[in-house]
């Protein structure tokens, strides 16, 4: 089941590593790439490779690693990130099959079992091309990343963050289409206005995003609540199950909810997809 919550953490401040794996994130994605300066790279990827090595036991989240897409740092970052203790990689500014594919071919064959990939979609060509990117085989997800987009294309945000909602869209729709995860939501700067961040949070879980990706401890408890259904939908979805399977039982695709609204086997979809979210 997706995380919840991917706290970003740069891979440059070994005290705040070491931390971040109590801040409640189900995932963490230690990055080598924007969030470390370009000096800073080759040290982070020391801490990153201690890290890793040394965080074992149950209640570490899961650890992701953000690798950088030009072909010299790649190369070092794998290096450092490919060891056990590792849940999969995050590949920024993706648009290049060919490299994902590589980078596919790197985790199967380093011996660590089945790793996770996760193309960033964060360009105009990724966001154009993000099918062909999501059908190279060894990919397990897609995130989408709008600073970066948002360079690109000039885009500034107004107060419902429209501006992207067609690539939001398309990532939801190509991930459904290839049979892929609901993809991760992307980040959010606003890290002190929370109300601001759980209204952007209940627009991408409305769309269906069941996680995202966050930069700072205070958006993560946000991330757990709003992804996690509440007992009242958890309680109607079983609810309607239970009816469903009465209902077949009797012979009844379709039937009337309590509220006076039709069910049939598309809605129990849903509610089968409620009771899932509720249980990881
Ligand atoms: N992961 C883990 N811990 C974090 C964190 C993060 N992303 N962001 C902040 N913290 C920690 C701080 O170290 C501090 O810890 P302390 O209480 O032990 O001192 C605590 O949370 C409170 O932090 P705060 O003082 O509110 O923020 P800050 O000024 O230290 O940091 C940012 C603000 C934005 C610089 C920081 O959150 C950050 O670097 N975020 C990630 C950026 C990133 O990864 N960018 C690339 C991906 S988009
Ligand atoms: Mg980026």
Redesign the pocket.
Same mark, same amino acid.
């Given at each position: 089941m997706i995380p919840r919550s991917w706290?970003?953490? %740069?891979a440059d *401040?070994p /005290? @705040?590593?070491a931390?971040?794996a109590g801040?409640g994130a189900d995932a963490l $994605?230690i *990055?080598l790439?924007?969030?470390v300066a370009p000096n800073a790279k080759s040290k982070a990827r020391e801490h990153l490779a201690d890290f890793l090595t040394t965080s074992t036991g149950n209640d570490v989240p899961a650890l992701w690693v @953000?690798v950088n897409s030009d072909p010299e740092l790649l190369e070092e970052d794998l290096v450092a990130a490919l060891r056990p203790g590792l849940s999969g990689i995050v590949m920024a500014k993706a648009e290049s099959p060919d490299l994902i594919n590589s980078v596919a071919e790197r985790l199967r064959s380093s011996g660590l079992g089945e790793l996770g990939l996760m193309p960033l979609v964060e360009t105009g060509l990724a966001v154009f091309s993000v099918a062909d990117l999501a059908s190279v085989p060894g990919v397990t997800h897609l995130q989408v990343?709008e !600073?970066d987009l948002r360079a690109d294309m000039h885009i500034t945000f107004g107060p419902d963050e429209s501006e992207l909602l067609l690539v939001r869209q398309r990532v939801v729709i190509v991930c459904a289409a290839l049979g892929l995860p609901a993809p991760i939501a992307p /980040?959010s700067v606003e890290?002190r206005d929370l109300d601001v961040f759980r209204a952007g949070t209940q627009r991408l879980a409305r769309m269906g995003y069941v996680g995202r990706?966050? $930069?700072? %401890? !205070?958006q993560v408890a946000i991330a757990n609540e709003e992804f996690t259904p509440t007992a009242a939908e958890l309680e109607q979805a079983r609810q309607l199950i239970s009816q469903a399977d009465e209902a077949a039982a009797a012979g009844r695709g379709a039937f009337v909810d309590a509220d006076g609204r039709m069910v049939d086997e598309a809605i129990i979809r849903s509610a089968r997809r409620i009771v899932n979210l509720g249980t990881r």
């Open positions: 706290l970003y953490v %740069p *401040d /005290v @705040r590593l931390k971040a801040r $994605i *990055d790439e924007d969030g @953000r990343g !600073a /980040v890290f990706a966050c $930069i700072h %401890p !205070a």
